[in-house]
């Protein structure tokens, strides 16, 4: 279904797409990133929050290390400022990143299995559909961050996966 290689290219895009979030909200005034937008997670915050809640609750079912007690319900409020949320971006990045370099072919076969809190139950699927459920979700929800952001006048960077940086 899926290779080590796209695992790396969409580790390496998640992590550039990132990077130019925290730059954008970097700037950004509290007020603003908190403020009610009527997305999914509410706010540019909220939904960014979510997302970095999702990324470790995804990467520590792949990578077996520690992941969070937080659940789905609280993920809009997973760190309490633009700063700390940028702290933690960009070091859930890097694990992201380390765990695709070193992902095997084999890494990427058979089940995996996990107590969703969502749900309410076990859930198996597999490997190599969880993993594409991790980059798909950053694509979907960073895409909402986007359409925010450019009614708020800014310009976010390209996002075409074409137009990577080497």
């Not at 979030?21 to 990133?33: K, N």
């Not at 309490?80 to 084999?106: C, G, K, N, Q, Y």
Request: charged letters at 20%.
């Amino acid at each position: 279904m899926i290779t080590p290689e796209y695992c790396r290219l969409m580790a390496r895009y998640n992590a550039w797409q990132n990077d130019g979030l925290r730059g954008m909200v970097g700037g950004m005034d509290r007020e603003t990133l908190l403020h009610d937008r009527g997305a999914f997670w509410g706010s540019i915050m909220g939904t960014l929050n979510h997302l970095l809640w999702a990324d470790l609750m995804w990467i520590s079912r792949l990578d077996g290390e520690e992941g969070t007690d937080v659940r789905l319900k609280g993920s809009p409020d997973f760190t309490p400022t633009p700063a700390v949320w940028a702290a933690e971006r960009f070091r859930m990045d890097a694990r992201i990143r380390l765990w695709a370099d070193a992902v095997h072919a084999l890494d990427l076969v058979g089940d995996l299995a996990w107590y969703s809190g969502a749900a309410g139950r076990e859930i198996t699927k597999p490997k190599a559909l969880c993993v594409i459920q991790m980059f798909n979700h950053q694509t979907h929800h960073r895409g909402q961050v986007h359409q925010m952001l450019t009614s708020l006048g800014l310009k976010p960077g390209d996002t075409d996966l074409p137009f990577m940086p080497e």
